[in-house]
């Protein structure tokens, strides 16, 4: 079965604090991972994905085959940070992504 | 401006009525999604299409219904047969297909139906 699991519903850290975001999936193959966030207000928008290996606004992403995750990694939190983040899978088709049930972020000052 | 819109913002609708969410997309799209976003729920797949008169049923299917008559629209329709339709839903669209190396979904501000 193809499936996203995100643990945590919430995650709250002090600014300067690291971040990491837990993504776990299930998944026959080589997956496509991505990680999408959605700020206050604003659009659900792609953050990064693992085929690409980049960095975005300071977040890294690591697919680690063996464990089957995909943990979204910051090592100096901002308060612009917070948002809600989504982990998204593409299915085995490739015709659709598959969402986990997400974890929001609360960076505080 | 190029993007996805979805209207209205904001439906109320009577039980036992059927409505229609509009998704437009002027950027030139194969594939379009209808997802619905509930509080710890994340997001779950409704319906979607890759190509114009060609749509495939998503994980929660039942009670809705959509239409692929043009490239730039992709209409849901929330029948009265859905049992819990209160949600916020999302279309989003993507091209080439999802399946390709530069996938990217793109998504609209969203319409929030409450059952009144």
């Known amino acids: 079965a193809q499936r996203v699991t995100q643990p945590e519903k919430l995650l709250s850290v002090f600014k300067g604090a690291p971040v990491e975001l837990k993504c776990n999936y299930s998944?026959?193959?080589?997956?496509?991972l991505f990680w999408y966030v959605q700020y206050s207000r604003q659009r659900l928008q792609l953050l990064l994905r693992?085929?690409s290996r980049e960095s975005i606004k300071g977040f890294t992403a690591d697919l680690n085959k063996g464990e089957t995750s995909f943990h979204l990694k910051k090592p100096f939190a901002q308060e612009e940070d917070s948002a809600m983040y989504y982990c998204a899978l593409l299915n085995q088709a490739g015709t659709a992504l598959i969402f986990g049930k997400g974890t929001t972020l609360s960076v505080s000052s | 401006d190029g993007g996805i819109t979805q209207s209205p913002k904001y439906l109320f609708r009577k039980e036992g009525q059927n409505v229609t969410l509009s998704c437009e997309q002027n950027l030139n799209h194969d594939a379009m999604y209808w997802y619905r976003q509930d509080p710890g729920q994340g997001l779950r797949l409704i319906y979607y299409?890759?190509?114009?008169?060609?749509?495939q049923k998503g994980d929660i299917a039942e009670g809705y219904s959509v239409s692929r008559e043009k490239k730039e629209s992709f209409p849901l329709t929330v029948t009265s047969a859905q049992k819990n339709p209160t949600a916020f839903y999302l279309c989003?669209?993507?091209?080439?297909?999802?399946?390709?190396?530069?996938?990217?979904?793109?998504f609209g501000q969203g319409t929030r139906l409450t059952v009144v």
């Open positions: 299409s890759q190509i114009v008169n060609d749509f």
């Open positions: 693992h085929i």
């Open positions: 998944y026959s193959g080589s997956p496509e």
């Open positions: 989003a669209s993507s091209g080439p297909p999802a399946g390709t190396q530069n996938t990217e979904a793109f």
